[in-house]
């Protein structure tokens, strides 16, 4: 905020002279230098390109043992500053600990790949994910403060779980069935668990950005169990084990979504517990409805007219919009869905053209009318 803006407010009688003083000594206090760091900004980066441009260049001539060291020396000596210097580091910059930490998660990933490359072996993805979880998981729910660190938590863990039922999907027995299903819904739990720290912990931010990245993911897993079932992707239902597992992904969901409810008092806590609750399901129905155009449609729009109920219950401006906006765009490729063949003639084009446009101008109205007001509750 410059000073300028703030006279602007005093001469206009918007605030009195005492808060215009209090307001031009905090924004003194607090001010960015941002052209200054942007210039060691760049001049950080030039020397980190050289030096990324001279090992590059000299890659093959420097033993692999002596590369590995370097690289764990690296991830140690990071840690080592974490931990000793955290709380000082905080109280500077928050900022300051989470790129430490984004750093070291991120060295320490890639060390897999470093190790691989040397001693020449290879691994199923999942494997070097799922230790690198199990390494630097416990760094980053104790270091974490917003959401680069819980969006690489998250990403991990969905990225390992999914290369995981990947790599064994297809066997039709049905306890390895129902652990896969308990893989894949496992990311989801971090909702409750963001839901319940929030309140318990200085890092209130991490938890939050947390419990919204598992709360987007069942939502999408959902949404696209739906868009599986309408082009039929989930092919033959008959295979032993399969009904089981979908059912026991739709039961885990809704503990998941229980479980926010019970750790989250509030109208917030309880919208997000039934979204939940309500994306597991809508898995098994999905499911159930495999090869059904129109069921399978009305089963996305049944979640997300209940998720843009949700948000208005809650004040969640952004995401009614975005319920809003995806349920207008499902009844557009709805449309094609069904008039196929009657979109290869010209009065199928110009007939989609006006439904895309009444569609869309519906949206934009039903949005404007009814979206909670800018600045209410996210």
């Not at 403060?145 to 690489?152: E, N």
Request: hydrophobic share 60%; proline share 3%.
């Amino acid at each position: 905020m410059s000073a300028r803006k703030i006279a602007q407010w005093h001469d206009a009688g918007l605030i009195d002279a005492a808060t215009r003083d209090r307001l031009t000594a905090y924004e003194a206090d607090h001010a960015r230098p941002l052209l200054l760091w942007a210039v060691w900004g760049i001049g950080a980066l030039a020397i980190g390109l050289g030096l990324i441009s001279v090992v590059a260049a000299n890659w093959e001539d420097i033993p692999g043992l002596v590369r590995l060291s370097v690289h764990l020396a690296l991830i140690a000596g990071l840690l080592g500053l974490l931990f000793a210097r955290e709380d000082r580091l905080a109280a500077q910059s928050p900022w300051a600990v989470e790129a430490l930490a984004f750093i070291a998660a991120a060295l320490g990933l890639t060390f897999f790949g470093h190790l691989g490359q040397v001693y020449q072996t290879s691994s199923p993805l999942w494997q070097p994910l799922g230790l690198w979880l199990a390494l630097f998981a416990p760094m980053l729910v104790l270091t974490g403060r917003s959401w680069p660190t819980a969006a690489a938590l998250m990403g991990g863990a969905v990225w390992c779980a999914w290369d995981y039922a990947t790599s064994r999907n297809g066997d039709p027995d049905l306890a390895r069935q129902l652990w896969l299903a308990t893989v894949l819904t496992a990311p989801v739990f971090f909702a409750p668990l963001g839901a319940w720290l929030q309140s318990r912990s200085a890092r209130e931010d991490f938890w939050c950005d947390l419990e919204e990245l598992a709360f987007t993911y069942a939502v999408g897993s959902a949404s696209l169990a739906t868009a599986i079932a309408a082009w039929d992707g989930f092919g033959d239902r008959n295979v032993a084990g399969e009904w089981a597992s979908v059912l026991l992904a739709g039961a885990l969901g809704a503990l998941a979504g229980t479980g926010v409810i019970a750790a989250r008092s509030g109208i917030s806590g309880r919208m997000t517990g039934i979204v939940i609750i309500g994306a597991g399901a809508t898995v098994p129905l999905a499911y159930l409805l495999s090869g059904q155009t129109v069921p399978a449609a009305l089963a996305f729009f049944a979640l997300w007219t209940g998720i843009a109920a949700a948000a208005l219950a809650a004040s969640w401006r952004v995401l009614f919009q975005i319920a809003v906006g995806l349920i207008a765009v499902r009844l557009i490729i709805l449309s094609f869905e069904l008039a196929a063949d009657l979109l290869m003639s010209g009065f199928g084009l110009i007939l989609a053209g006006v439904m895309i446009l009444v569609v869309a101008w519906s949206a934009v109205r039903v949005s404007r009318r009814f979206a909670p007001r800018k600045g209410s509750a996210a």
